[in-house]
């Protein structure tokens, strides 16, 4: 699997909007307000894009040459593959025994709980 790529894009105004097309993979285009607004959602259709030829084991095409006028869109995959699963790690905490006897007897995941707080305190959304 590589972790890199970088692809060429056409990239122009229409609209007062800004947009990314691909010209190695035709179906991605992106539309946004700021150049780097589209860049970014760019970045993240082109890893998914990635991510699915990936899983069905499909052949990624290969970086087209272009002439001039073209920009270069770069991803690095491994970025990419994470955050697109979640991956839990192994935390150890301290409570008061009062809180623990709470709650268990109320039955309370403490990953859950946990998970939700951490979110709830950087304000993220936790519907």
Request: aromatic residues 10%; contains cysteine; neutral net charge.
């Amino acid at each position: 699997m590589q972790e890199n790529y970088v692809y060429p894009a056409n990239i122009r105004k229409i609209n007062n909007r800004i947009r990314i097309e691909f010209i190695d993979f035709p179906n991605i285009i992106v539309e946004e307000n700021t150049e780097s607004e589209a860049i970014r959602a760019a970045q993240e259709c082109l890893a998914l894009e990635i991510l699915d030829y990936e899983s069905k084991n499909k052949k990624i095409p290969q970086s087209s040459d272009v002439d001039a006028g073209a920009i270069y869109i770069h991803i690095w995959m491994p970025y990419f593959r994470n955050s697109s699963k979640e991956v839990y790690v192994k935390k150890n905490v301290t409570i008061p025994q009062w809180l623990d006897l709470l709650a268990k007897e109320n039955k309370i995941n403490y990953s859950a709980a946990l998970v939700k707080g951490i979110k709830m305190e950087l304000g993220i959304d936790i519907r």
